[in-house]
């Protein structure tokens, strides 16, 4: 038989529309769905019929419905209170990236996590894409020979409105936690230091900085160079960046989401280029992406007990990337990744 569980969701706005059609589809019972915006609540279930309660308040609801996880659909700086009252009310918790606002607060929500005995996910949404998992498995089968090298550029002309308009750092806190969480799957390394500069380029819409450049020192002696805007218009990357990766047999390419291509040196014997072939990228097959991926590797934990990859402990090391990133931009200097 298969068990069903048990779900509130915080946060109905628009990317609940990613998260309710997989939650129905997992056969998960949303009991409630909490948003300041009583209103809101209300029309997110009845856009997708649902037998749930609409509320504002969030504790009433995990005190009346006592639901096995909390899904956290809420805005960045509510992530800290939503996830901790979560997890002191005995639910597992899955959260929208990016874990927090400050590294203060995401460390309180690990310890949170360990003091109640609960796991909290983050779903980082760009690591179940076949695509990426390709590229993944390419590495880690060491089709590149040893790893050295990963640069991604972002390029996107994004008209948001609302709170990303306000932030100190949109590009760096809000999408670049994607591409360096990422730049960890794809190349399975960890942050060691960074150097970065943050600015806000001329005719910028946003208030805080818009744009960047960083270059981190990975384990392994990998070298991840970052270069990305949210205010460039014209010519945009894809939203997952486009990708160089080079070891020391050869290079993969990923641009545009189109298939990863690459190639490797087939003889070392000499010659000014040595001999090239094409990379051989092996397929993958997921069985749910982005969002429903997420999803399924909580619900597998539900079942098994079996860590998500984006587990705190884990994802830590990404939003401690953005905080290294941002405070070696406002000190003019390299500074280590400091996670606990
Ligand atoms: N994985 C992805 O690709 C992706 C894409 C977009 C957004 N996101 C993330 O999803 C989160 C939400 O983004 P969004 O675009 O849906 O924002 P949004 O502003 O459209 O919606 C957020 C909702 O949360 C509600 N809310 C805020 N604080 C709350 C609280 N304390 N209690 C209850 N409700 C609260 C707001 O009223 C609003 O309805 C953010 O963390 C964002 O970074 C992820």
Known sequence: MVEVFSAVVVGAGGISNAWFPPLKAEGVEVRAVVDLHLETAKRQ?????????????????????????????????????????????????????????????????????????????????????????????????????????????????????????????????????????????????????????????????YRGDAAASCIFEMSNGIVFSYRGSWCAEGCHTSWNGDWRLIGDGGTLMYEKDQDPYGQVVTDDTGGFHRPLAELDVPAVVLEAEHMHGALREMLHFLRTGEPPQTECHDNIQSLAMVFAAMESSARGCRVPVQVM
């Not at 609960?118 to 993944?136: G, I």
């Open 45 to 205: 279930i009845a856009k997708y019929d649902l037998m749930a309660e609409a509320s504002d308040d969030f504790s009433a609801m995990l005190t009346r419905h006592r639901p096995d996880f909390v899904v956290d659909l809420t805005i960045p700086a509510a992530h800290g209170q939503v996830t901790c009252t979560a997890l002191a009310a005995g639910c597992h918790v899955i959260g929208e990236k990016p874990m927090a606002n400050s590294m203060e607060e995401a460390r309180q929500m690990v310890r949170a996590s360990e003091e109640s005995g609960k796991l909290y996910m983050v779903s980082q949404s760009r690591r179940w894409t076949a695509q990426h998992a390709r590229v993944c498995e390419t590495v880690r089968r060491g089709r590149l020979g040893v790893l050295t090298t990963a640069n991604c550029d972002f390029y996107v002309g994004a008209h948001f409105g609302g709170f990303r308009d306000e932030m100190a750092s949109p590009l760096i806190l809000d999408m670049a936690i994607h591409h360096f969480d990422l730049a960890r799957y794809f190349t399975g390394a960890d942050p060691v230091a960074v150097y970065a500069r943050e600015l806000n380029p001329a005719g910028s819409w």
